[in-house]
C-alpha cells in the first residue's frame, strides 16, 4: 500500500496494526519471531509496529531487542523494570500501541504470525474481538490439553462468552484493548471482559505448531491459577457493578435460616415449655443473624469501594524503565496515560528515544 494511501485508511491511528508480545527470556526465538513477523506484515500492505515487551529477562533477549528495534524502524521495544509476569507485559505492551487493531500474541511462535491476515480480515468485518481457536495442539495431553478445555468450558459457563479457546491469538480494536484494565492472570480472561463490556467476538480456527525453541515456562501451578481466575470472572460478571447483590442474598438467607430456627424455638418455649436461652439451636440462631449483618455490612461497603475505585486509581501495575526504537512515535494518549500514572507510583522513565 502506498504511503498516502496507508495514511488515509488509518484515520486516527498512526499505525493499522500493532503487534503486542510479551517476551520473558525467549533469546531462541526473538530473531525467528520479527523476521516471520515482519514478513507477514509487509506481505499485507499494512502499516504497522511491532512492540516487544522485555519482561525481565535474565538472558540475552533484552540485547537482541535493542538490535532488532536499531534496524527496524516499526520495531519498539519496551522494557519493564523487573519481572511482573506474562499478563502485566501485555498490560505495558497495550498501552504503549498506536494502531487501529492490536494483535496480541506469544513469542515462542505457537501463535503463528501466518495467521494474523486471516483475523485482521475477520475483525473488519465489525467485531470488537476476535480469537484463533488452535487446532490439533502438539501439547501434552495430561498437563496441557485436557486442563485447557476444562478451563475454557468453565469460562464459556461462567461469562456466557461463546469462545471455546481463550488462550489463542487474539486481534483487538485499538480502542477496545487500550481500553481493558488487566490485573494479574486477566491476559486469559480477555474475551470475556470484551464480551462483558458489550462487544462483539468471535473465533476463526488457527493451527498450532509446537513452540519454536527453548522451554515452556508454563506449569501447573498456572492452572491452578486460572481455577481462581473463573472464580473472579463468575464474581465480576455476576455482582460486580452492584456486590450488594451478592452479599445482600447471602445476608437474606442467613436471615431466613436464623428466623425458622428462633421460629421452632419460640413454639418449643410457648407451647411445650421448653427452655430455648441455654440451648446450642438458639446460640447457632444468634451467630446466623450476626453473620447476616455481617455480610450486609460488607456489600454496602463494597458497593462504595466499587463507586469511588475508577476515579481515584490511576496507577498502573508496571514501571518501564526505557523504550527502545529507531525512530520517533506519534505520541498515543493511553501510552502517556499510562507512563503518568507509572510516574505517580514513584518512577517515572527516561524521555522515548
Known sequence: MHPTQASSAQGDFPVEVSIVTPMHNEELCVREFHR???AVLRGMGVSHEIILVNDGSTDKTPEIIRELSAADPNLVGVFLARNRGQCTA???GIQHSCGRYVVIMDGDLQHPPEEVPKLIETIRQGFDLVKGMRQR???SLLLRRIPSRVANYLMRATSKCDIHDMGGLSVIKGEVARGLKLREGQHRLIPALVYGQGGAVCEVPTSAPP???GKSHYGIGRSVDVLFD???LWFQNSYKQRPVYLFGRISLWLFLVASLIMCWLLYGKLFLGEHMGTRPPFLGA???YLSSLGFMSTGLILE?????HDAVSRATPYKVREIVTSRGRTACPAADEADAGDGAEGGGQPPRQ
Do not use: K
Not at 462504595?304 to 469511588?308: A, E, G, R
Open 36 to 38: 516471520r513477523m515482519s
Open 90 to 92: 501485555i498490560y505495558a
Open 137 to 139: 495442539r502438539q501439547e
Open 211 to 213: 513452540r519454536f525453541a
Open 230 to 232: 473463573i472464580v473472579l
Open 286 to 288: 444468634v451467630l446466623l
Open 304 to 308: 462504595l469501594l466499587v463507586n469511588t
